[in-house]
C-alpha cells in the first residue's frame, strides 16, 4: 500500500504541474495514465464499475467523479478537484486535493483551505481506540464551525485489498460511535465541502457529482494507517506541492475570510 501511494502521490504531481487555464481535462487524465503505468502500476478507477478514465477530474461544483474530457477547459478561477487511485500487487493507494486554476475569489480561496483543514483534522482520530465516529463528527464539525456543509451521499471507506472496503466513513455523526479503530487499519478519509446546500444530484453521465444548487465544492483525501500513538499518512506527499495554496493561518479557516 505504501507503493502504491507513493504511486499516487507521483500521479497527482503529475496532473498538478500542467493545471492552468486552457487544459482540457483529458490531458490531466493522461499524464496521471503516464505516471502510474511508467511505474509499474495500475490505475484503479478506469473500469472501475465502468469509469472510463484513469482520474476523476472535478470542476468548480461538480463535487467528485467528474469524467476527464477532450471538451472540457479549465478557465481562470476555477477549482479542480483531482482523484486518483492505484493498485500495486494487488493493494491500493486514494488520494485526491482540490485547488484553484489561476486566482480565484477571496470565499473560494476560504473554502480550499477549509477543506485541507478538515482533512487534517480527521486524520488526527486515526489513532487506536477512537471510534470511527470521532473521525466522521470531527469533519461534521470543523466544516459547519465556519458556516460549510459536507456531502451526506458519498462517504470515506476502507481501502487495501480492494479500493473500497469496509467500514465506509462519513463525514457527519455523533462521536463516539461506529467500531472502535484498531492500529494497522487502514482508511481513505475523504471529507467534502461546499458553501451552499449538502444536497447533491448525479448527472446523467451517471458519475459526476454535482452540488443541487451550484454553488462551489472541494474534495480533499489522504490514505491513513490508525496508529497506536499517531496515524500514519502514507499519500502524504501531494501536500509538499500543493502547500503554497494553503499557508494562511488557521484562524482564517474559521470563518473570517468568508
Request: overall charge negative; aromatic content about 8%.
Amino acid at each position: 500500500m505504501a507503493k502504491a501511494s507513493e504511486v499516487v502521490v507521483s500521479a497527482l504531481r503529475a496532473a498538478h504541474d500542467i493545471i492552468e487555464p486552457g487544459v482540457t481535462t483529458a490531458a490531466l487524465d493522461r499524464e496521471v495514465m503516464k505516471a502510474v503505468e511508467s511505474r509499474g502500476c495500475r490505475p484503479a478507477f478506469l473500469g472501475y464499475r465502468g469509469f472510463p478514465a484513469a482520474t476523476c477530474v472535478s470542476i468548480d461544483d461538480e463535487v467528485v467523479h467528474g469524467i476527464p474530457s477532450e471538451d472540457r477547459l479549465l478557465a481562470e478561477g476555477d477549482i479542480v478537484g483531482i482523484d486518483v487511485g492505484v493498485e500495486y500487487e494487488g493493494y491500493f493507494g486514494d488520494a485526491a486535493f482540490t485547488m484553484p486554476v489561476g486566482e480565484v475569489e477571496p470565499e473560494i480561496d476560504a473554502l480550499l483551505k477549509h477543506g485541507k483543514f478538515c482533512l487534517d483534522e480527521a486524520v488526527k482520530k486515526a489513532l487506536e481506540g477512537n471510534r470511527l465516529g470521532d473521525i466522521s463528527n470531527t469533519i461534521q464539525t470543523a466544516a459547519e464551525s465556519a458556516g460549510y456543509n459536507v456531502v451526506r451521499d458519498f462517504v470515506g471507506h476502507g481501502v487495501g485489498s480492494a479500493l473500497h472496503e469496509e467500514p465506509q466513513i462519513p463525514n457527519f455523526g455523533p462521536a463516539g460511535k461506529g467500531p472502535r479503530l484498531k492500529a494497522g487499519m487502514t482508511l481513505a478519509l475523504e471529507p467534502m465541502l461546499m458553501t451552499g446546500d449538502w444536497r447533491v444530484t448525479v448527472l446523467a453521465d451517471n458519475w459526476t457529482v454535482v452540488t443541487r444548487d451550484g454553488t462551489p465544492a472541494v474534495h480533499f483525501e489522504h490514505t491513513v494507517v490508525v496508529g497506536e500513538n499517531e496515524p500514519e499518512v502514507l499519500t502524504i506527499g501531494w501536500e509538499e506541492f500543493i502547500t503554497p495554496y494553503f499557508e494562511s493561518a488557521v484562524g482564517a479557516y474559521r470563518g473570517e475570510a468568508i
